[in-house]
């Protein structure tokens, strides 16, 4: 049987726009919402939209939070997406402090409002990428603007997993994280036009290197 990368539906997030992004690709992508869904899968997106207690609590009901776990030990790619990026990580202070996924030490932490800058950060910004030869920023420029919406931002706790920093008023935060075999962006590449596809076509081959 072939094998898919697997999207998570646990009923938060753009699940269609993301779908779309990858069957550009001709790439065999599947929607699953269940731990058999896990089976077969080469890599995994885990897309998020909105509160990150909420999240974890839709993930924690269909034990999708233990299939995300067991998959990372496989060393097969995962993709977090904006609010699924920030899930990867140990806590997040958003309505009290929440316990993530843990895959990745770090907290989620509140973005600082300025007269110039409010709540929610709906900017299509760069992104300064921090390791240039990084296989998921191939093909980026420096001067490449992409699609943010959120008002919290994921902080590792080692420098060393930051792959860019998007800046927001005087604060750069990471707008791209990578852990192994673990990826997240806090913007949406499936709606940053041509430079998100990149990026894209990009984790579609890193999920082929390790097929």
Not at 80 to 99: A, H, V
Not at 117 to 131: C, G, T, V
Request: glycine share 8%.
């Amino acid at each position: 049987m072939k094998k898919h990368i697997l999207v998570l539906d646990y009923g938060v997030g753009n699940i269609k726009s993301i779908l779309a992004a990858f069957k550009i690709f001709d790439t065999r992508v599947k929607l699953g919402s269940s731990a058999a869904d896990f089976q077969n899968a080469k890599a995994l997106v885990l897309p998020g939209v909105g509160a990150f207690q909420h999240g974890m609590i839709r993930l924690k009901e269909g034990n999708l939070d233990q299939e995300i776990k067991n998959f990372a030990t496989l060393d097969k790619p995962i993709l977090g997406i904006c609010l699924g990026m920030q899930m990867l990580f140990t806590n997040s202070e958003e309505f009290g402090s929440s316990s993530g996924l843990n895959l990745i030490n770090g907290s989620v932490r509140k973005l600082q409002p300025s007269l110039q800058h409010k709540l929610p950060n709906i900017s299509w910004s760069q992104i300064h990428a921090e390791h240039s030869t990084e296989p998921l920023l191939q093909g980026i420029n420096e001067s490449d603007c992409f699609y943010h919406i959120h008002s919290f931002y994921a902080a590792p706790d080692n420098e060393k997993y930051v792959m860019a920093n998007t800046k927001y008023s005087n604060k750069s935060y990471c707008s791209i994280v990578k852990k192994g075999n673990i990826f997240g962006c806090q913007f949406h590449p499936e709606k940053s036009g041509k430079q998100g596809l990149k990026i894209i076509n990009n984790f579609v081959g890193i999920s082929n290197d390790h097929e």
